[in-house]
Structures are given as structure tokens and as C-alpha cells.
């Protein structure tokens, strides 16, 4: 079975016929996508599954990784968090060797296309060292919020910049101001990936009992970095402000370990003494594989948490949405456009915020399940991967016929 | 009766671009009004009904939304909620109505209403894609039988989309209905639908309620939508 038959299964037929139709628009357009790893990441999850599909549909789509040595990659990490305005500190020969770097890869690469999807900054530089001719337009695609960049940082993307015709965006409130059009695609979940694909219940039953979570009572979930910005403290004393009034409730929060990163551990550490002796508050540290894990609890939760205070897109919001899951959200980044307030859960501002949503929500069990069902179709409407294709065939339709009025292709 | 073609079926997609600014409070909402170029008010008056979902959303354009929500200018959203794009002739005529309600607001308050941080309306241009699916609908009876099925990107091409297309500003399906001979109160009532003011799937079960009551054997829609 083709891949994409099975979507069709999820999306409906129609769908994915009009999927068929634009590429068919695209004729046997040579794309290439450009980026810095093969596995891991969200970025790689996504080429992942849209190169094959973009095949498919009869695109002739490759997709191209970068290599550099330790040092590339420390200076990248931290050109990615400082494009996110974290504060960091590069010397001139940092970012000589980012420029050193993409030389070489253009060198190396296939990048005769018509067109080249270049993800995030590290491969940034790759049109300045590409012969001119080779490659139809370069388009840049930035997955990170960089609204707030450390000004140095930014003042070097910007000069990568301006060799695109094009960038794309997950949403508005990323971007910043730049020459060239700036389009806006949204993410999107997989919803046959292990994170998200139906499960049997007598997995998810052995996978809450295994972690020790009583299946019979209420649990309420947060999966996410042990972060500051992820208010992991701020979920537990919603969690203590209810608990009075629902003995039985039960906390998870859920995440990787924080082994390389020294904040991480800081935060993990408060987190668990503010957990202290509770047995029915757990903080799980999960391996980075634990797709079907994660995708247990979140079918096991009765509302999932997602107290973010500064948010990407939130595409943990995403996935307990699309397991019909009312979310109570922290007002911020990609969940505003998520969580909307009585329809699919609801968004909060301070614990105790949160503590009121959640009772009002456990109290009304009608409620939650009408709320469930609408973020599952609002998902399926605007969050699911094939809307994701969609839209970058669109995009790719206007780049062929830049304009302002309506197109018909 | 002279040959009519079949009603063609198109989809759309909307190609979203960011312009690079946002409004923090109610001046620059009037800035961006008197500057911005005419797809962003399209998108935040009209095309803004594709990012919507959900009955019951309080108001039909982002500008109403955003200063319900974000504002808390409850009685500036109630008068820009009831601005109706559709009703004027042009984009400049819509642009004077909203900034001339924006400016009388601002002349009558003390203070100029702020959004918190991380609310800020960031300011769309879009495009609409449209394309032809090749599907064909040769009958009334295919046509209603095709309804509940259509995607609301479909409703919105040939609803919204035709209002500014047309010249007579009637959307396409009233007018393809019209052209084969359809009962004229079920032309006339597909037209009447405020579709302004709901959503697309709301308007999809409006204009099915339409034609259940005008059709000889409602059972053709009841078959597809059991």
C-alpha cells in the first residue's frame, strides 16, 4: 500500500485527491530539502515522511543533509538558541566557520534543482557558495520563533537572507521583517507515526501500569522539556490546588533527561522536591524513542496540560488534541492558535487559572468529551500533515506566479 | 431550455504571507489600517473565515476578534463585527468605514487600549490558489447530493469567493441552479443566506436545510448525510 492511501484513510479520499490535483500543477518539479540531520529532531520527522510523499505525487524530491565537524555543531546549537533570543556568545571565527562549513557542503551536495528548501540556519549560507544557475530559487524554511533574536546572531542570518526569494514561517508572530516574501506554513502531526496512531487498549493498559499510574483514576498530563518556560512548577501547584477537592487525581509530567543540559537539571532537581513524597505526582524521564509511551499517557490522561509562559508552536497541544483531549494551555505562541476557550479546552494565565479549569472540566464530564471531539476534528481540519503538503504546494504554486490576485492553477 | 454546462467544482488554498508587522494597541491597529495593502484587509475581513471553525465564534473578521480578545474593547468589536465586506463595492470603501469607526473610538477615549504581550494581531496578506477538482455535477440531484461532502474551502470559492468575483455579486451555485432551471425560491433562498455570518460548515448545513425543503425527494440528501 502507498503512503499515501493510507492517509486517505484518515484524511478522507477527497483530501488527498486534491493533493494530487496541485502537484499535478507542479509537473515533475525537482525540489530538493536541505537540513542538518538525517535522524532526530523535529525537522528530520517531517522530511521524513514529506519526501516520500512529495515523490508520490510525482515530484521529483530529494533530500540533502549537511556534515561538519563538533565545533560546526556547537556553533549551530548555539546560533539556533540565540536566533530563539537566548543569550549567547560567538567569536568572529564562529561564524567564519558556519561560512567555511556551507562552502564545503555546496561543494558536495546535489543541489541542481528548480527549487531548494533550506532548513534552519545552519545550512543557511548554502546559495552564496552555490554556482549561479544551479538552483531555480532557494527558499529558506525557519522552524524557530525568531521574533527576538540576539542581535549578533541575527545581524549574521540576515546576510544568508538575503540570497533566498523566498522564506517560510510557522506562524505570523515568528517572523521579522525581511526583504523577500515571508510565507506562513504551520506544522503538523503525523496521525499514523507511533506518537500518534490508534492503539490497541491492552497497550495503553500495560504501559500506564508499568509506570505505575492507576488506570481507574483521573490523571492529568504534561509532556514537555523540563523548562522554565514550560512552568512545570506552575502544573504542580495547579495540581495541589485541586487535589483537595479530587483526592483521587493523579499528576504526570513527562520528559527527556536533562544530562547536557545544565538548566535542565536545575529545573528537574526544583521539580522533584516540590514533587516530594506525593504518589500520585510522577515525573517521568523518558529515552528520546518513547513514542508510543508518550502516546499511551496521552490517551490515558483525562486533560492534558500544556502550562507553557513562552511556546513554539506546541505541538504537544497538537497531538493530545488529535487523541480528543480537552488542553488547558498557557496563553502563549502556537497554543493561542490551538486552544480555544470552551471549544477545545481552555487557555490560562497563573496556576490558579489552570486549578479552575481543571475542576470545572473534571466536573463536567460532557463537557470535556464535546470538547475532545471538536479539537480531533479541528486538528484533522488544520493540523494533520497532509494540510502541511498542502500548503507547501501551494506555496510552491506562487512562487512559479508571484501576484497578488486570486490564481487559478 | 439552451444547453448549460455542468457546475464545475473547484477548491481553493490559501497562500499566507506574514508582512513583518503587528498592532499592539488600538493606534497601530489604525495605522496598519490606513497603510496596509489590500490583501490584509481581505485576509482579516474575508479570508479569515478559512482559519475558522468553530459555532458559536462571536464575531466574522479578525479585526472584531482581536479587539474583543485582546483589546477588551468590547464596543468597538460589536461595531467592526458588523461591518460587512461584502457589502461594499470595494476594498478602499471597506477601508474608510473601518478607519473612519476606528478613528471616532480613539476621539472618544481617554486612554489607548493595549493588548498584553503575546496577544498582538500580526498582520496577514494572502492569496487564494484556486483549481479545478474535475468534478462535474450535471443535475440538481447530483448537485444536492454532492453538498454534504464538499470541503468548506469548496464553499468558500464558490460562496464567498464569487461574491467578488462576479460581477452581479451572486455566488456561483444560486447562479448555475438559476441557469439550469432550479425552483426560483430555492435560488432565491441559497441567495438570501447571511453567509457573512457563519461559518463555513454552518453554511454548509444551511444551504442543506435549502434544499431539503425545495427538493421533490429530500431522501437524496437524508441518503448522504445518515
Not at chain 1, 510522577?282 to 496521552?298: G, M, V, Y
Amino acid at each position: 500500500m502507498k503512503m499515501l492511501d493510507r492517509y486517505e484513510e484518515v484524511v478522507g479520499p477527497a483530501e488527498v485527491q486534491r493533493l494530487r490535483q496541485l502537484a499535478a500543477r507542479l509537473g515533475q518539479r525537482r525540489i530538493v530539502h536541505v537540513n542538518s540531520t538525517r535522524s532526530g529532531g523535529g525537522v528530520a520527522e517531517i522530511l521524513g515522511w514529506m519526501i516520500p510523499l512529495m515523490q508520490e505525487l510525482g515530484l521529483n524530491a530529494s533530500w540533502e543533509v549537511i556534515e561538519g565537524s563538533a565545533d560546526f555543531y556547537r556553533v549551530t546549537k548555539t546560533l539556533h538558541n540565540g536566533l530563539q533570543g537566548l543569550p549567547i556568545i560567538l567569536r568572529p571565527a564562529d561564524f567564519d566557520l558556519h561560512l567555511e562549513n556551507n562552502r564545503e557542503n555546496a561543494r558536495r551536495l546535489n543541489l541542481e534543482a528548480d527549487i531548494v528548501f533550506v532548513h534552519d540556519p545552519q545550512p543557511a549560507f548554502l546559495p552564496r557558495f552555490t554556482p549561479k544557475g544551479k538552483v531555480g530559487r532557494w527558499v529558506w524554511r525557519c522552524h524557530i520563533d525568531a521574533s527576538r533574536p540576539n542581535r549578533s546572531v541575527w545581524k549574521h542570518v540576515e546576510k544568508a537572507v538575503l540570497d533566498y526569494q523566498a522564506t517560510i514561517f510557522s506562524m505570523a508572530a515568528f517572523t521579522r521583517p525581511l526583504p523577500c516574501p515571508m510565507f506562513l506554513i504551520p506544522p503538523a502531526i503525523d496521525p499514523l507515526s507511533d506518537k500518534n496512531i490508534s492503539l490497541s487498549e491492552e497497550e495503553r493498559m500495560e504501559t500506564v501500569r508499568r509506570l505505575g499510574i492507576d488506570p481507574d483514576r483521573p490523571l492529568l498530563l504534561q509532556v514537555s522539556r523540563f523548562d522554565r518556560f514550560k512552568d512545570p512548577l506552575g502544573v504542580i501547584a495547579a495540581y495541589r490546588l485541586v487535589k483537595p477537592y479530587q483526592p483521587n487525581l493523579q499528576l504526570v509530567l513527562a520528559g527527556g533527561p536533562a544530562d547536557d543540559d545544565p538548566e535542565g537539571s536545575e529545573v528537574l532537581r526544583e521539580v522533584m522536591d516540590r514533587a516530594g513524597q506525593d504518589p500520585d505526582l510522577k515525573i517521568l524521564l523518558l529515552p528520546p524513542d518513547s513514542h508510543r509511551t508518550i502516546n499511551a499517557l496521552q490517551r490515558s490522561a483525562i486533560i492534558v496540560l500544556q502550562k507553557s509562559v513562552k511556546e513554539g508552536f506546541g505541538l504537544t497541544v497538537t497531538e493530545a488534541l488529535w487523541k480528543g483531549k480537552p488542553v488547558i494551555g498557557g496563553a502563549c505562541g502556537g497554543i493561542t492558535l490551538q486552544v480555544h476557550d470552551y471549544h477545545t479546552g481552555f487557555l490560562v494565565h497563573s496556576p490558579e487559572g489552570a486549578a479552575y479549569r481543571i475542576r470545572y472540566l473534571l466536573r463536567y464530564a460532557d463537557k470535556r468529551r464535546r470538547m475532545g471531539r471538536t479539537g480531533h476534528e479541528f486538528v484533522r481540519e488544520h493540523f494533520l500533515l497532509t494540510r502541511h503538503l498542502r500548503d507547501y504546494l501551494t506555496t510552491l504554486l506562487c512562487l512559479d506566479d508571484p501576484g497578488e490576485g486570486a490564481l487559478v492553477a | 431550455m439552451a444547453y448549460v454546462e455542468p457546475f464545475a467544482l473547484f477548491d481553493c488554498s490559501l497562500a499566507r504571507q506574514a508582512i513583518g508587522s503587528s498592532c499592539s494597541n488600538l493606534r497601530d491597529l489604525l495605522e496598519a489600517l490606513r497603510s496596509a495593502p489590500d490583501t490584509v484587509l481581505e485576509h482579516h475581513m474575508m479570508r479569515c473565515a478559512l482559519d475558522d471553525h468553530f459555532e458559536l465564534y462571536e464575531f466574522p473578521n479578525d479585526l472584531a476578534r482581536w479587539c474583543w480578545d485582546a483589546l477588551g474593547d468590547r464596543l468597538l468589536a460589536e461595531q467592526l463585527g458588523l461591518v460587512d465586506p461584502y457589502q461594499h463595492p470595494s476594498m478602499a470603501s471597506v477601508r474608510s468605514v473601518l478607519v473612519n469607526m476606528i478613528e471616532d473610538r480613539l476621539w472618544g477615549l481617554e486612554r489607548v487600549p493595549w493588548c498584553r504581550p503575546g496577544l498582538e494581531l500580526h498582520l496577514i496578506s494572502s492569496r487564494v490558489i484556486a483549481f479545478d477538482t474535475g468534478e462535474r455535477l450535471g443535475t440538481l440531484a447530483a448537485f444536492a447530493q454532492a453538498l454534504p461532502g464538499m470541503s468548506v474551502r469548496s464553499l468558500y470559492f464558490h460562496v464567498h469567493e464569487s461574491r467578488r468575483r462576479r460581477r452581479e455579486g451572486a455566488d456561483d451555485f444560486s447562479t448555475w441552479l438559476e441557469l439550469i432551471g432550479a425552483d426560483a425560491a430555492l435560488v432565491n433562498r441559497l441567495r438570501a443566506v447571511d453567509f457573512y455570518f457563519l461559518n463555513l460548515n454552518q453554511l454548509r448545513q444551511e444551504f442543506i436545510d435549502a434544499f431539503r425543503y425545495h427538493l421533490a425527494d429530500p431522501n437524496i440528501l437524508l441518503k448522504v448525510t445518515a
